[in-house]
């Protein structure tokens, strides 16, 4: 079955430390991988993708994300974290193929806290 | 460019009450989706629409009922409301350009069903 898993249901950096958030996808077919970030009462907001091509993906925000097909893996990273990234990150995957357009599969979500 | 707007930002129903949710894009995309949000569950998608005049249902599609009867709107309907609707909604749409599709997300509608 098509799945994406978060380990991490919550996690804590100081201001000013590395981040990287764990993101990992069953997925049957050649993936589509995104990254939204969604702030306490707001809608979610895409940060980067991967279709094809580089597997070092960079966002907006200072974000990058490393497509590593062998482990099924699509980890966010940030070198400097700041009091503003607090916020819950969603991974999800999708593809392209057949009638299936456009039906995101979404991780349960990783909610980012900052520690002054 | 005000990109998807959800209409209300929040209410609160009674057990039995129907409502609609209205979604609004002014970017010309032709697929349009709606998903709901609960704590720990991520987003799980109800209905979608890869075109005016067409939808089809997704993961959680039952107590739903949709309709994109114009390009740029979609409507989420609840007829009877359950308590078990609770939940924030959230409208996307996006367009795919060489194979690739991108989805953009309205800012939620939240609902309460008392």
């Known amino acids: 079955a098509q799945s994406v898993t978060q380990p991490d249901i919550h996690i804590t950096v100081s201001e000013g430390a590395s981040l990287e958030l764990r993101c990992n996808y069953s997925?049957?077919?050649?993936?589509?991988l995104f990254w939204y970030v969604q702030s306490p009462g707001q809608g979610l907001q895409l940060l980067l993708k991967?279709?094809?091509?580089?597997?070092l993906v960079q966002g907006i925000k200072g974000f990058e994300a490393e497509f590593k097909r062998s482990q099924s893996s699509f980890n966010l990273r940030k070198p400097s974290v700041h009091w503003s990234d607090a916020a819950e990150y969603f991974c999800a995957v999708g593809s392209n193929y057949g009638g299936s357009q456009g039906n995101l599969i979404f991780g349960k979500g990783t909610k980012l806290s900052v520690k002054p | 460019n005000a990109g998807v707007t959800q209409t209300p930002k929040f209410r609160v129903l009674k057990t039995g009450q129907s409502m609609t949710l209205l979604c609004a894009q002014d970017m010309n995309h032709e697929y349009m989706y709606w998903y709901r949000q609960d704590p720990g569950m991520g987003l799980r998608l109800i209905h979608y629409?890869?075109?005016?005049?067409?939808?089809a249902k997704g993961e959680v599609p039952d107590g739903y009922n949709v309709s994109r009867l114009k390009k740029q709107n979609f409507l989420l309907g609840l007829e009877s409301a359950a308590p078990s609707q609770t939940s924030v909604y959230f409208c996307?749409?996006?367009?795919?350009?060489?194979?690739?599709?991108?989805?953009?997300f309205g800012p939620g509608t939240r609902l309460l069903v008392l």
């Open positions: 629409s890869v075109g005016e005049g067409t939808t």
């Open positions: 997925y049957g077919a050649t993936p589509y």
């Open positions: 996307a749409s996006s367009y795919v350009t060489s194979g690739q599709e991108t989805q953009y």
């Open positions: 991967y279709f094809s091509g580089d597997t």
